[in-house]
């Protein structure tokens, strides 16, 4: 066996044996999709508790409506009759006269009442709401609470006042609502998909709905999973290096194997454990769409491409790291130095929406074919609801190639002198003195 | 037949010449010690053989074949400083590193040596529940475990008890009995005097010594009195001939100027004290070791420059 594999055996073992890869195998995508996983888990779980609106009516036509809509609202919705629980939040409406002498102050002891959660919120109704696009000014209607922007209740309040003034509109015009009724239907736009023929039958086949799952979910998770392998790959090889170098093992392992042998050995060794943790995915993945049968929902043709990328962005990314832990001389140093060396894998994170939004925009596929972030804008390109020209994601891997082949080879020249160099800060400099000049 | 051959050798790290210009013969089978000062460049030259440095000029041949990019696993090397991944199990450890330098019949080597020094209660345990003494018999082990033909220790009593340095000067002459060379940098100048066939000392980057130790007093001839003096250093001040004069306690090193005679100085110093002992011999490593390196030689070197 030559002595790359011995290297790499000793590195993979010494990962993948750890209590730490289990955990962080299990924990990686909890923690990426944490907040979905999240919303999923409390949904329903909702804030019941009562909440007191004020309204102040300027026009003298809304506050009633909007106390009756309550108070129906509270017999119909609050309660779940079948389990006797509170599903909702009851709410109750004050009304308050206006003060037309001075409505500043009004709105100043409501805005206090809301503080002291005597209020949830007001609200204030301008005088001309039934004819907005005479006065437009004397037509507002203003809520007030702490979280106004976000507030269920504002979007309840909006439908009930809308409804009626709509109501009160055609009455005033001589027009029966009902009769109206279907001249005011909204109808969707639904999502679907592209046709497509049946390959054994020839038949035509009828589109699928285009699920959100599709378009935004399958892309992130394409995108995060690379993301898993890059911190699982390639990262720890910084720290394992500075270790390695700190602890003076690396002279112990030099005086056996070349320094380039040292590095290509730890680095494929990153590949092994990215690739094992890559797999225990795609088999667990399958499982799950096996059962929910989701396999034609789901663009499986990509994940060859996943593991071709994920083998080279460990080797473009983990070429750099490992010179930079050779260069560190404490933790302090690979703390530092750790940032700038993932931005690769972190800038396309921030690109996420727009590339999703426009997949063959000429800002995404630019972006897409630039090698530092290839692997990761080219895969959520792949995995986005279009379809990309066949050719982008073959210069794209030959570019990240060409790339991860300078990244090895600059990074040896760097791991060879530095890593027994002791106690020279890592200044940019100097490493490129060593990159270049060796 | 020499097993390792140094000529015209020349290192420097940015402006500092760490090896300046060495030449040196390493003879087959042979304990050739490696002496100096910290910063004289004893470890750089034992890294330039082990070829984990690169010399700036000259040339390194081991074993006849000049070393050019391929490191050898003919060669053992315990360097000064020890490495060894904490997280392993010793057992574990000792054969990775085997295998490093394509060692044969590992598993059964490993167990002899650990059983050898003492440690196969420990072969199944993590690294980092080792004590130092054992750590660095670890680390001994992982050096000789490959069975190489040259060993190249950089001070490896360095932190033993004398108990364990006894085990491991034990084995080391063990292995040279066997065939295999061995060099080693130290800075106990006894251990030098007992155990090695050649002493080679380094000094700023420049060889100053190379030979065997008796070649090596006899350039400096015998120019040393041991003596016991009933009180002591006082009263062997200003004496004629009397260079200086070294204080060990129960004993009294006189070095004596060229051409003047033991017995006068002696009998000048019966004048002054009662002499219980009295001995003509030649410097010892340690005199020579500061004649060459201590703060006398620096500020006559630092005269001559000026």
């Known amino acids: 066996m030559s002595k790359i594999l011995k290297l790499l055996r000793r590195e993979y073992r ?43 009516d300027h026009s003298n036509e809304v506050a009633g409506v909007i106390l009756a809509a309550a108070e129906a609202r509270n017999d119909q919705v609050v309660y779940d009759k079948e389990k006797d629980k509170k599903v909702k939040s009851a709410y109750f409406i004050e009304i308050i006269d206006p003060d037309t002498l001075n409505p500043a102050m009004l709105r100043l002891q409501l805005s206090d009442r809301v503080r002291s959660r005597d209020l949830h919120a007001f609200v204030e109704i301008g005088s001309g709401v039934l004819s907005p696009q005479a006065n437009p000014e004397e037509a507002r209607i203003t809520y007030h609470a702490e979280n106004a922007a976000i507030d269920e209740v504002r979007g309840w309040l909006s439908g009930q006042i809308n409804n009626y003034l709509r109501h009160v509109r055609l009455t005033r015009a001589g027009i029966e609502e009902d009769a109206v009724g279907e001249m005011l239907t909204w109808l969707p736009v639904e999502s679907m998909g592209l046709i497509s023929r049946d390959e054994e039958t020839g038949q035509v086949q009828e589109a699928e709905r285009s699920s959100e799952m599709e378009a935004v979910l399958t892309p992130i998770f394409t995108m995060f999973l690379m993301f898993i392998m890059v911190m699982m790959g390639a990262v720890p090889l910084l720290n394992a290096v500075m270790e390695e170098k700190t602890q003076r093992i690396a002279e112990v392992i030099l005086g056996s194997v070349r320094p380039f042998q ?16 890559l797999s225990v995915y795609a088999v667990l993945g399958g499982i799950v769409v096996y059962r929910l049968d989701l396999a034609d929902k789901l663009p499986l043709n990509v994940l060859p491409w996943i593991y071709a990328y994920a083998v080279l962005m460990i080797f473009m990314l983990g070429g750099g790291l490992a010179a930079l832990g050779a260069v560190c001389n404490d933790a302090k140093d690979a703390q530092n130095l750790t940032m700038p060396a993932i931005l690769p894998a972190m800038i396309p994170m921030f690109l996420l929406v727009p590339i999703i939004e426009a997949p063959n925009s000429a800002f995404a596929t630019t972006l897409s074919l630039f090698p530092p972030f290839t692997p990761m804008l080219m895969l959520l390109r792949m995995s986005a609801f279009e379809t990309i020209p066949l050719w982008q994601p073959w210069v794209g891997l030959l570019g990240v190639l060409l790339f991860a082949l300078i990244s090895v080879w600059l990074g040896g020249r760097i791991f060879r002198v530095a890593i027994l160099m002791q106690g020279q800060p890592p200044k940019l400099s100097l490493i490129l003195r060593w990159a270049f000049r060796g | 037949m020499n ?8 290192k420097t790290f940015g402006d500092v010449v760490a090896v300046d210009d060495l030449s040196l013969d390493v003879p087959q089978g042979s304990i050739y010690g490696f002496i100096g000062p910290n910063g004289a460049g ?8 082990m070829n984990i440095f690169y010399p700036d000029s000259g040339t390194i041949h081991v074993f006849g074949n000049r070393l050019q990019g391929a490191c050898t696993d003919a060669i053992g090397y315990l360097p000064e400083e020890r490495g060894l991944y904490k997280k392993m199990k010793v057992r574990e450890l000792l054969r990775f590193y085997g295998e490093l330098k394509n060692g044969r019949d590992l598993k059964r080597e490993v167990n002899r040596w650990l059983e050898k020094l003492s440690l196969l209660e420990w072969a199944d345990k993590k690294v980092d529940t080792l004590s130092k003494g054992m750590s660095q018999k670890v680390q001994f082990i992982a050096t000789i475990v490959s069975n190489p033909d040259l060993i190249i220790l950089d001070e490896p009593f360095t932190g033993l008890d004398p108990v364990n340095a006894d085990v491991i000067r034990e084995v080391v002459l063990e292995l040279q009995a066997r065939g295999t060379t061995v060099i080693f940098s130290t800075h106990d100048m006894n251990m030098a005097e007992r155990m090695c066939d050649f002493i080679f000392m380094i000094y700023k980057g420049r060889k100053v010594l190379d030979g065997t130790l008796t070649d090596i007093q006899n350039e ?50 019966m004048a002054n004290t009662r002499i219980t002992s009295f001995e003509v011999a030649k410097p010892s490593l340690h005199d020579i070791f500061v004649r060459i390196a201590g703060p006398e030689a620096e500020e006559k070197s630092r005269v001559e420059n000026t």
Not at chain 1, 262 to 277: H, I, N, Q, Y
Not at chain 2, 42 to 49: N, V
Request: aromatic letters at 4%; a positive charge; zero cysteines.
């Open chain 2, 3 to 10: 097993t390792v051959e140094i000529r015209n050798v020349t």
């Open chain 2, 42 to 49: 004893k470890t750089t030259t034992l890294r330039m053989i």
């Open chain 1, 262 to 277: 040292f590095m290509m050995g730890k680095l494929l060794g990153g590949v092994a454990v990215s690739l094992t943790g």
């Open chain 1, 14 to 56: 010494a990962s993948v044996r750890t209590k730490g890869f289990i955990i962080g195998l299990a924990l990686a995508p909890i923690l990426m999709s944490g907040s979905l996983i999240a919303m999923a888990l409390f949904r329903g779980k909702v804030d019941t508790s009562d909440r007191w609106i004020a309204v102040v």
């Open chain 2, 220 to 269: 400096y001839g015998s120019d040393t009195l041991r003596v016991r003096a009933e009180d002591g250093v006082p009263a062997l001040q200003n004496l004629a001939g009397v260079e200086k004069v070294t204080d060990f306690g129960q004993l009294q090193e006189l070095r004596i100027t060229q051409g003047h005679d033991p017995q006068q100085i002696l009998a000048a110093m």
